[in-house]
């Protein structure tokens, strides 16, 4: 886990499947869902006497968050074009009791791939 994240407590479960669709084409359908707790791992630990009652996973409200999405690439000699898109359905967002939030998120790339050949002296 890196250490860019705003909280250190979460899991994530994650579902793919790959289709190929055509010739150098292939779909990626997505599932995810994923909680996340307000564990900081900056913050000091807890007195020993308050182990007992201190959350190891998922201190404070937990996000959770539901994404469906398809993927879809397309590969011709040496030119290729991905994407990736879907909706992050948020439920208690920004760790707000009870707010929810839908975002539409996605992204497209369009890529030239080149080589060069030769013989090893």
Same mark, same amino acid.
């Given at each position: 886990? #890196?250490? #860019?994240?705003?909280?250190? @407590? $979460? @899991?994530?479960?994650? +579902?793919? %499947?790959?289709l190929? %669709?055509?010739?150098?084409?292939?779909?990626?359908? /997505?599932?995810?869902?994923?909680?996340?707790? /307000?564990? @900081?791992f900056?913050?000091?630990?807890?007195?020993?006497? %308050? $182990?007992?009652?201190?959350?190891? +996973?998922?201190? =404070?409200?937990? !996000?959770?968050?539901?994404?469906? *999405?398809?993927? *879809?690439?397309?590969?011709?000699? *040496? &030119?290729?074009?991905? =994407?990736?898109?879907?909706?992050?359905?948020?439920?208690?967002?920004?760790?707000?009791?009870? %707010?929810?939030?839908?975002k &539409?998120? #996605?992204?497209?790339?369009? *890529? $030239?791939?080149?080589?060069? !050949?030769?013989? +090893?002296?």
């Amino acid at each position: 886990m #890196g250490l #860019g994240r705003n909280f250190s @407590d $979460y @899991d994530q479960l994650t +579902l793919r %499947a790959s289709l190929l %669709a055509g010739p150098g084409v292939l779909v990626q359908p /997505e599932a995810t869902l994923l909680r996340q707790g /307000e564990g @900081d791992f900056r913050l000091p630990y807890p007195p020993v006497a %308050a $182990y007992g009652t201190t959350p190891t +996973l998922f201190a =404070g409200v937990v !996000e959770r968050t539901v994404r469906l *999405a398809v993927g *879809a690439a397309w590969q011709r000699g *040496a &030119w290729g074009l991905s =994407g990736n898109g879907g909706v992050h359905v948020i439920r208690n967002a920004g760790h707000v009791s009870g %707010a929810s939030q839908t975002k &539409w998120i #996605g992204a497209l790339t369009l *890529a $030239y791939r080149f080589h060069v !050949e030769g013989v +090893l002296p």
